[in-house]
T-cell receptor, first 115, second 112 residues
């Protein structure tokens, strides 16, 4: 399977704990995006990397959230001191820079439940 | 006001029906437009891009009206397998902005 992969698929944690999610993009894609989706809403943009550089961050990304893409391949999204409001599906997507559409391909997501 | 607005539905239609979804966007500088499909508990997948001249892909027709900042999707001869949430998506112009802005989605249920 050469699509975007995300791990874990599900995470249940207690309020106040830290969690880390991983995303492996499609291998030739140099752009990587994180989105968050809550029930009944469309995905909301969190942050975006081109290679290892984090080029844009949403105001939704509070200080408790940090994302890295150290070697320009996989990325991690860490949430510190989780809150119940952090419960959501965290989606990763990747795309190429070339091409007219630059279609973003999404991974299956990590569903976070904060108790 | 949300950047991308859609009627959340649900739209319940019989198999074979024609159904249309509409979407409005607030940023006149938006550059690119798309419809994504999302099945229940799955990731969004690109259904089609939307061009100013209108475009068709089989039973699906997308239209864009830049002056009115309005996007539509028409599905003809609906199939049971078309049941999903259809997300209207825009991408803005300029800088390093490459993010997609999604509407809330319109849920379609096709029935026998």
């Amino acid at each position: 399977d050469t699509g975007v992969s995300q791990n874990p698929r599900h995470k249940i944690t207690k309020r106040g704990q830290n969690v880390t999610f991983r995303c492996d993009p499609i291998s030739e894609h140099n752009r990587l995006y994180w989105y968050r989706q809550t029930l009944g809403q469309g995905p909301e943009f969190l942050t975006y990397f081109q290679n290892e550089a984090q080029l844009e961050k949403s105001r939704l990304l509070s200080d408790r959230f940090s994302a890295e893409r150290p070697k320009g391949s996989f990325s991690t999204l860490e949430i510190q001191r989780t809150e119940q409001g952090d419960s959501a599906m965290y989606l990763c997507a990747s795309s190429k820079t070339s091409g007219s559409i630059n279609e973003q391909f999404f991974g299956p997501g990590t569903r976070l439940t904060v108790l | 006001r949300k950047e991308v607005e859609q009627d959340p539905g649900p739209f319940n239609v019989p198999e074979g029906a024609t159904v249309a979804f509409n979407c409005t966007y607030s940023n006149s500088a938006s550059q690119s437009f798309f419809w994504y499909r999302q099945d229940c508990r799955k990731e969004p997948k690109l259904l089609m891009s939307v061009y100013s001249s209108g475009n068709e892909d089989g039973r699906f027709t997308a239209q864009l009206n830049r002056a009115s900042q309005y996007i539509s999707l028409l599905i003809r001869d609906s199939k049971l397998s078309d049941s999903a949430t259809y997300l209207c998506v825009v991408k803005d112009r300029g800088g390093t902005a490459s993010k997609l802005t999604f509407g809330t989605g319109t849920r379609l249920q096709v029935t026998l």
